[in-house]
Each structure stands twice: as C-alpha cells, then as structure tokens.
C-alpha cells in the first residue's frame, strides 16, 4: 500500500476543542437571519426577533451622530486607550452620578465595544474551571457565557406570576458556594424590572452569603446588566443593588452603555463600573482581545452624555415611540384573550420587549402539521401570520414553554398593527 495513503488512513482528522465543538450557536440571530433573508426576497414579515433597532424608524440622535462623523474627520481613527478614553470615562462617570446617584471614580469604569465584551470578561475575570454561577430563565445569553468560561451554570426557573422576575426565595436555595449571581433588570427578554422590595430581598441574601464564608473563601459577586435602565414605562422604575444596599460596593459588577438607551446597537460602546480590583483585570483581559469601541465612537460619546438637554429631548420622544409600540402589541393580544384565543401578554414595564403567552402547542395547522414544540409554532406564524418572534426556548426554557419575546426596535408601528389580524386568523386556523 502506498505509504502516503496509508498515513492518511490513519492519521485522525483535525478537530476544535471541546468548548468550540460543543458550543450551541444563538438561537435569537438564526431565527433573525432566516428572517431577513426572507424579507431581502421580498416577504412581507412583522421582525420581531432580534434586540435591535431600525435606523430608518429609531436613528441615533443627531448630535451624536454629528459628533462622530466630526471625530472621524479630525483624525480620531487610531487605538483607544485599553479601558476606553479619559473623557468617556469621565463623562460615564458624571452620567452615572447625576442620574442615579452612583459614584465611581473614572478609573472604575471600563469601555469596550459593546456589553459583550464586558460580560464576558466579567467571567472571565472572577470564574474558575466549575465556579457556580446562578441565574434566573428565562435569560440572555448567561448559558453561553457559562459555557465560554467553563463554569457551572445553576438556572433558577421563574415564574409568570411574579412577571419572570426572580425572587429571594427561588435564588436563595442555590447561592451556596456559588461565584456569581447575574441579574438584569429592565430584563431581556422580558420587558419586566424589579420592584424594589425584591432586589432588596436579594442584596440581603448575597450580603448574608458573603458574611457566612472564610476570609479564605471567594465572595458572592453580583454581574447586574442594566443596559436598559434609562427605557422604563408608566409607573415602574429602575432600582439597583449599590444604592439599595451601599455595604454591596465591593461585590457589584455593573453592565452599561448606550446601545440600548440611545437606538446605538451598531456604535457599540458599551461600559462596565465595580470594584477597582475587578475592573483593573477586565481591562487586561479585554487589553488581550482587543474588545475596544472605536475611538471616535468614544470621542463623541464622551461628548454627547454632558447635553443633558439634547439627552432627555431625545430619550422622551424615543421611549414613546418604543411604549408606543408595545401597547400596541399588548392590546393586540389582550383582544384575542377576550376573544377566547388562548394567548396573554405581561404589561410591558421596560426594556423594547413584550412577553406574549400562544398556549397553543398540541394544535393542528390546516395542513395537517402537529405543532409538538415552539421551534413548529415559530415556523408556521413566520409562514401564515408573517410575524417573527422569538420562543423562552433561546431563554434557558423549554422547547414546550408557550412563551414568546416580542422585540419591537426593528419593526414599525404600522408593521406591528398590520401583523395582528394575520396572527388571528392564523390562529383561527389551528384545530
């Protein structure tokens, strides 16, 4: 036999590692792309699946966007400092003090492109091969985050009748020995936030974990993702752990930015503030990977946050369009309720999302398709209603859960309206 043959027979193929050959890809950005490929061939669909905004409905503010195109045009193309230029820093940090009251110096907080990168490094800055890390479902993304850094993830399952929101006594069971607890509020994929009695619950359990364990142990840390904080409706309000609990200052992570507050998904700058011995690690680990914003992007963050004026001109109109749309979508579905259809929605208290109960797995389609899973009834409203939404199943929930995240950045008023008479008649049309 020919030697070279031979070897090659023998020889296994080239393989990834086990944490890349094992990864699970997001279920949110497949159904997305499958989605706009089907729009680009012409398909009239309502895109409710990605967190993301249409600039031609929800666009950057103007001064924001004149203040990048500036920055671009005066040479600011060059690599930003490692944990993001001085003057963001410090505009960050005066934004954070006026608005909430947090006081952190600049040289706590961290930039980068986006709050991918900060939850990750996050992660990686105080897990170890196996640390717990606890967190509610249904939950963006915190499973893969666990998967990255090799950590267990204990999901706590959460409830409709407390809106998803997790409570002290669901957590408490599983903080034991465990590193991280990550918690977001306004929640995605939800659009449900904390009351204030029951983050407070919470701080008190991290805080009585801490005091339990041995100097020698790692404490309980908190990674609290408020990327949406400036986006809440009616009557609710944003609350904290740091200010509901100052004595937690050591052991609170913060996730922040303007992605979500300012339409910006795509300018990517994104911020993290917390203990200094941890900010200063994620800045070496994000150093290592080159997760910065751009440095115009910065620049002209940096000098957008000091307008207060033109921050709440802009903040007002954009969140009434966004509760604009989601009460649209809520009383869309609170008719079909009263009309007998077996649907539901949570009243929309912040973030761009609707949660929408459609109980009806177990139907049959007109053509005779049993819908077993949600991944069945996703494909059949996609085909028969033209509407997109994303299953609790890309959440952390079961393929069976009847719930639904409805993100309404990407998509019109008028798109949302026309999309729900094709939902009820396709609906009407399960047996």
Not at 146 to 156: D, G, I, R, T
Request: hydrophobic letters at 45%.
């Amino acid at each position: 036999m020919n030697r070279l043959l031979y070897l090659s027979k023998k020889t296994p193929p080239m393989t990834v590692s086990k944490m890349a050959g094992s990864l699970i890809g997001s279920e949110i950005i497949k159904i997305g792309n499958e989605v706009n490929e089907m729009i680009k061939k012409g398909a009239a669909i309502c895109n409710l699946t990605i967190g993301d905004f249409d600039p031609a409905i929800f666009p950057i503010p103007d001064e924001l966007r004149d203040a990048i195109t500036q920055a671009y045009a005066a040479g600011q193309t060059n690599y930003p400092p490692a944990n993001g230029v001085a003057e963001l820093r410090t505009a960050a940090a005066n934004f954070l003090h006026q608005r909430l009251g947090l006081t952190y110096s600049p040289a706590d907080v961290l930039v980068a492109g986006g709050s991918r990168p900060l939850i990750y490094a996050t992660y990686l800055a105080l897990l170890d091969l196996g640390d717990k890390v606890v967190f509610p479902v249904p939950s963006w993304n915190n499973n893969h985050y666990c998967h990255l850094a090799s950590a267990e993830a204990v999901m706590v399952e959460t409830s409709p009748a407390h809106s998803f929101m997790p409570t002290a006594a669901e957590i408490a069971p599983h903080l034991p020995g465990a590193t991280l607890l990550a918690l977001c509020s306004p929640l995605n994929p939800t659009g449900t936030v904390f009351a204030r009695a029951d983050l407070e619950a919470i701080c008190d359990l991290v805080i009585a974990e801490n005091q339990r364990r041995a100097p020698s142990e790692k404490p309980l840390y908190i990674l609290y993702d408020q990327i949406y904080w400036m986006l809440t409706f009616g009557t609710a309000q944003h609350y904290d752990p740091v200010n509901l609990r100052p004595e937690l200052r050591d052991y609170v992570i913060y996730i922040d930015g303007i992605s979500k507050c300012l339409a910006a998904t795509g300018v990517r700058v994104g911020y993290a503030f917390g203990p200094t011995e941890v900010i200063d690690k994620m800045k070496s680990i994000l150093g290592h990977v080159g997760a910065w914003a751009p440095k115009a992007e910065q620049i002209a963050t940096a000098q957008y946050l000091p307008n207060s004026t033109a921050v709440d001109s802009y903040t007002n109109e954009f969140k009434q369009k966004i509760q604009r749309s989601l009460d649209t979508l809520y009383a869309g579905l609170q008719e079909l309720k009263e009309a007998g259809f077996p649907v539901d929605a949570i009243a929309p208290a912040g973030a761009i999302y609707l949660t929408a109960r459609l109980d009806v797995l177990g139907k049959t389609t007109a053509a005779g398709q049993l819908l077993a899973t949600t991944r069945d009834l996703t494909s059949y409203l996609i085909a028969e209603a033209g509407l997109a939404l994303v299953p609790f199943s890309a959440f952390g929930n079961s393929d069976t859960s009847p719930w639904f995240r409805l993100s309404v950045g990407g998509a019109s008023l008028e798109s949302i309206e026309a999309a729900l008479p094709r939902l009820r008649a396709a609906l009407t049309g399960l047996q």
